[in-house]
């Protein structure tokens, strides 16, 4: 199983650029579980960054284990169904969160 | 359609509120719904803009990116539920402060939220049948102002103001068809005399939406079925968003995808500009389009009706793209002020008429 860093890391070979055009915004992952740690990650001008540590103020925060992020960027399990069982929490407008959902080419497991 | 956008112009209050702060003041809507229904920010008008002001100020940047000299605009609409003339036409004013020629026709247009769109469509058959070559239209609405202290809708009502310049010439994107879907369904309303708005069905929750659905399916369905398009053949959609609810509403029946609507609603950062909603959203798309992209859009205005339309861009918007004054810079331009301003600002204190000149 990946780490948190590992994945963390990865996120800006996973974006897609082309969905997040004019989409500016400062996420920040307040994670527990068995690797605690904050990441903040920057959305801007179709680009995304990643910096440990909460650098920013966030627009959407999202909050759980480390574990269940990395399953989700892994596509061990469906992100939405990691919120609907409420292993991972999004605070923000809804709208953010849904749009955060599709930015992602992230792996289909079989 | 040989008729399309030549360039665009927006302009927005820079005072805003945050959601908590109205919050703190009343307490009349359980916060969690906040980020249920996307409501985060919204804008306050300035002591001295209005309807007016915002929309001369869009249309001084749309006139200014079409290079147009002011003789060539041969109409000018001012599509608005608030405008500060109950009799009275507003779009004269605008004719003077602009400099525009008196020949060209001019005239206000209401349909609440989709005054803009429809002005828009207005216009366009104007020039798509050869009566006008150019034509101003500004969508612009400040329902800040028209909305009462502690009814919840305080949370989201916002100002704004779009401006399209349109002709057949040099356009950025083409417009490419257009359906249309209205009957009478009430939901908010204003009757004559009134400064506040009234809300016919509640703020949040189904009802809240009653209307919605009613026309943006029938107008969506038959802008598709005109056209032998399917949603999959749009890159982007700008859709109402008076709160985060409408978009998904929209999005869900009309089967669009999540990717093609959400990444445009802006309620979160400026709240609901009215007229200027949906158009807030389709120059925000513009800003960062390119040649080729087919943009859809899809107003509401209460009361009620829907506008479906289609446009296409074109190359001259890669050639043409502006640089400054873009939706997302317009956004981040802002100063935040607490309750007790905003009520100054937007004219909702019992006030002494000597507020200004009782230093003596």
């Known amino acids: ?110 | 359609m040989q008729t399309g956008i030549l360039s665009y112009g927006v302009a927005l209050p820079k005072y805003r509120i945050e959601a908590a702060e109205i919050w703190k003041i009343w307490k009349n809507i359980s916060t969690s719904f906040f980020d249920m229904l996307s409501i985060s920010e919204r804008g306050v008008l300035g002591p001295e803009e209005d309807t007016l002001t915002l929309a001369v100020a869009a249309a001084r940047t749309a006139l200014e990116r079409s290079g147009l000299v002011p003789e060539k605009i041969g109409a000018v609409f001012l599509g608005s539920s608030t405008s500060p003339y109950a009799t009275k036409a507003a779009a004269t004013v605008m004719v003077d402060a602009l400099g525009l020629p008196s020949s060209a026709l001019s005239t206000d247009i209401q349909c609440a939220d989709k005054s803009g769109s429809t002005a828009l469509w207005l216009a366009a058959g104007l020039i798509e049948a050869g009566l006008v070559e150019y034509a101003l239209v500004v969508a612009a609405d400040t329902l800040n102002r028209h909305t009462q202290p502690g009814m919840v809708l305080e949370y989201v009502a916002s100002a704004g103001a779009v401006a399209f310049v349109l002709g057949k010439e040099g356009c950025i994107a083409r417009l490419e068809g257009m359906a249309t879907h209205a009957h009478d369904q009430n939901d908010y309303f204003r009757t004559e005399g009134e400064r506040f708005i009234q809300p016919g069905a509640g703020f949040y929750g189904w009802v809240a939406n009653w209307g919605l659905l009613d026309h943006v399916v029938p107008a969506g369905k038959a802008l598709f079925e005109k056209t032998g398009l399917t949603p999959a053949d749009f890159s982007k959609f700008a859709v109402p968003q008076k709160t985060g609810v409408r978009p998904l509403m929209t999005m869900g029946k009309l089967e669009l995808d999540m990717m093609q609507v959400l990444p445009y609603v802006l309620t979160a950062q400026i709240g609901d500009c009215g007229a200027a909603g949906a158009m807030l959203s389709l120059a925000h798309i513009l800003d960062f389009a390119e040649p080729g992209e087919r943009v859809g859009v899809i107003d509401f205005g209460a009361g009620a009706g829907s506008d479906a339309w289609s446009l296409v861009c074109t190359d001259a918007l890669a050639e043409r793209r502006p640089e400054n004054g873009l939706v997302i810079q317009l956004l981040e331009d802002k100063i935040m002020v607490d309750y007790a301003t905003m009520l100054k600002y937007e004219q909702k204190l019992i006030q002494s008429p000597h507020r200004l000149s009782n230093f003596y």
Do not use: C, H
């Not at chain 1, 909460?54 to 919120?83: C, D, H, R, W």
């Open chain 1, 1 to 110: 199983m990946s780490t948190i860093k590992e994945v963390m890391m990865s996120l800006p070979s996973i974006f897609k650029p082309e969905k997040a055009k004019g989409w500016n915004r400062v996420i920040l992952f307040d994670l527990a579980g068995q690797e605690p740690s904050k990441w903040t990650l920057t959305v801007e001008n179709g680009v995304a960054t990643v910096e440990e540590g909460a650098t920013k103020t966030p627009k959407l925060t999202i909050s759980g284990n480390s574990e269940y992020i990395v399953q989700m960027f892994t596509g061990e399990v469906p992100p939405m169904k990691l919120v609907n069982a409420k292993l991972l929490k999004m605070q923000g407008p809804m709208m953010d969160s849904i749009a955060f959902s599709g930015l992602w080419n992230i792996p289909k497991k079989g």
